[in-house]
């Protein structure tokens, strides 16, 4: 693991994980987002995407070069093997872009975004899991409003996440996110002073 102190945050579908990073880099903290390096590492001329034509076939690959996203996610979607091979490939590449980025982005402390944190059992990647947490029932009303999901296609994305409680169980702390931008930046402010001061009781 790097030896930077590391800050994993983590948190389900539309629970508020975007906001809560901007409000930490916000306070010049170097954030290193999971998902952005997930485009990178299959960016036309990559060799990750070589390998994803080769294994699923050209017809992923868009006219322009670039990765058709519609048609991975469809082709993935409903065949298991498919989607194992799919994350056998890219999840390699990923953590590996992740600790290349770690290793110059500097800072007294890290946050890295990982949505699959838990899921993919990546938290002794980091010395401390931050969960964004809401209610379901909050989640489905934002995904609803942000897709245009149906209150049943919603449910699906949720039944598809790791359990709510399992998060809540592997986290260290908490930032509840009911909607209230201001009580986000006062509990993002006080935790940045607490992984300020374990940064600095981790340095050798």
């Not at 987002?33 to 036309?44: F, G």
């Not at 600790?99 to 993919?120: C, F, H, M, N």
Request: net charge neutral; proline share 4%.
């Amino acid at each position: 693991m790097s030896s930077v102190f590391r800050v994993g945050l983590t948190g389900g579908i539309a629970s508020g994980k975007t906001t809560v990073a901007r409000l930490f880099q916000a306070l010049a903290v170097p954030v290193i987002d999971t998902d952005i390096l997930a485009r990178e590492v299959v960016a036309p001329g990559a060799p990750l995407l070589v390998k994803l034509a080769e294994r699923f076939g050209a017809r992923l690959l868009a006219a322009d070069g670039s990765l058709d996203r519609a048609a991975l996610r469809q082709l993935v979607f409903a065949d298991d093997a498919a989607r194992a091979d799919l994350e056998a490939l890219t999840h390699p590449a990923i953590l590996a872009a992740m600790d290349q980025r770690s290793q110059t982005a500097g800072g007294p402390y890290q946050l890295l975004v990982i949505p699959l944190l838990v899921e993919k059992g990546l938290t002794g990647q980091v010395d401390r899991v931050l969960l964004v947490d809401c209610s379901e029932d909050l989640q489905i009303r934002r995904l609803q409003a942000r897709d245009g999901s149906t209150l049943d296609q919603a449910r699906a994305i949720l039944n598809a996440q790791v359990p709510r409680a399992a998060r809540l169980q592997a986290a260290h702390d908490i930032i509840v996110n009911d909607g209230k931008l201001e009580s986000l930046r006062d509990r993002v402010a006080t935790l940045h002073a607490q992984y300020l001061d374990r940064a600095r009781q981790a340095r050798p």
